[in-house]
């Protein structure tokens, strides 16, 4: 079969973030698949065919790059940050598996891209630069017990963790009730980081002790960092900077 699938990160927002190997892919591709806001990233161009969609049509999105790419075409499945950090490219392993035999044959990539964990990290200092864990703070795909669960358990690991999908408007309690629940677990002023919209004009960053975090902090385009118990600020004539040591 000619046609290919890669599924590519288009990182954190800012252009110079997205790497050569995505690039490339997007040159070389005839169709672009994704959510709306991704795909409206990608310039048009002729014999390039754009399909954006819904947020909540992830399986059908991926069977659809699938399809096209078995008809020959060079398909490229969007998604921002990185595709294997709850992104697409589960969704399209996910269709992989429950589809078509012949679709095994297709020559399908994961290209990574910039996570928004790490560019948020980078920009404050070295939040993660010991041991950490990531978690996905949305209840639509698992039960919120199970969240709060994974949040003590990773604070009595003393854990540094970074937060996707902190709060939307669809679900405005969950974020006050997961800073409840690390107030309980840490019982310390450790320092949170809100990174709002990181390498993009609307960029902002704030970092508070854990005992002054506010829920409406954060909203969708908001990265949520909590130190361990070792993280710490060193303040410089050029604002704050948030650091884990590397050593415990
Ligand atoms: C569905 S997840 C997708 C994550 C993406 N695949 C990645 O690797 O960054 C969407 C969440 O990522 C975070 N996010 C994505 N882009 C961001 C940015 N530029 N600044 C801050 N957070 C961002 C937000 O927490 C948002 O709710």
Same mark, same amino acid.
């Given at each position: 079969?000619?046609?290919w ?17 995505v ?20 310039a ?7 399909? $954006?969609? &819904?947020? #909540? %049509?992830?399986?059908d999105?991926? !069977?659809?790059?699938l399809?096209?790419?078995? @008809? *020959? ?18 969704a ?12 095994? $044959?297709? &020559?399908? #990539? %994961?290209?990574?891209?910039?996570? !928004?964990?790490l560019?948020?990290?980078a920009? @404050? *200092? ?8 990531a ?25 540094a ?10 679900r405005?309690?969950g ?15 450790r ?23 506010r ?29 884990t040591?590397?050593?415990?």
């Amino acid at each position: 079969m000619s046609g290919w699938v890669a599924i590519a990160g288009l990182g954190p927002g800012d252009e110079a973030l997205v790497t050569p190997e995505v690039r490339a892919a997007l040159d070389a591709a005839t169709d672009v698949v994704g959510y709306i806001p991704y795909v409206a990233r990608v310039a048009p161009r002729d014999g390039l065919t754009l399909h $954006a969609s &819904d947020n #909540r %049509v992830e399986l059908d999105r991926a !069977a659809h790059a699938l399809e096209m790419a078995a @008809a *020959g075409k060079r398909v490229v499945v969007v998604s921002s940050g990185d595709p294997g950090v709850f992104a697409m490219a589960s969704a399209v392993f996910e269709a992989l598996e429950a589809g078509p035999e012949i679709w095994r $044959a297709l &020559d399908i #990539r %994961v290209l990574p891209g910039i996570t !928004a964990m790490l560019a948020a990290a980078a920009k @404050a *200092g070295a939040p993660l630069g010991h041991d950490f864990c990531a978690i996905n703070l949305s209840d639509n795909l698992k039960p919120w017990a199970l969240i709060e669960k994974r949040l003590r358990l990773a604070a009595e690991a003393d854990f540094a963790m970074a937060f996707y999908n902190p709060r939307s408007k669809s679900r405005p309690e969950g974020f006050a009730r997961a800073l409840e629940v690390l107030r309980d677990a840490c019982a310390d002023a450790r320092p949170v980081l809100f990174a709002r919209a990181v390498s993009t004009p609307q960029e902002d960053l704030c970092i508070v002790p854990l005992t002054e975090a506010r829920p409406e902090m954060a909203d969708m385009r908001t990265m949520v960092i909590i130190g361990s118990s070792l993280t710490r600020v060193i303040d410089t004539p050029r604002g704050p900077v948030l650091y884990t040591p590397r050593s415990a």
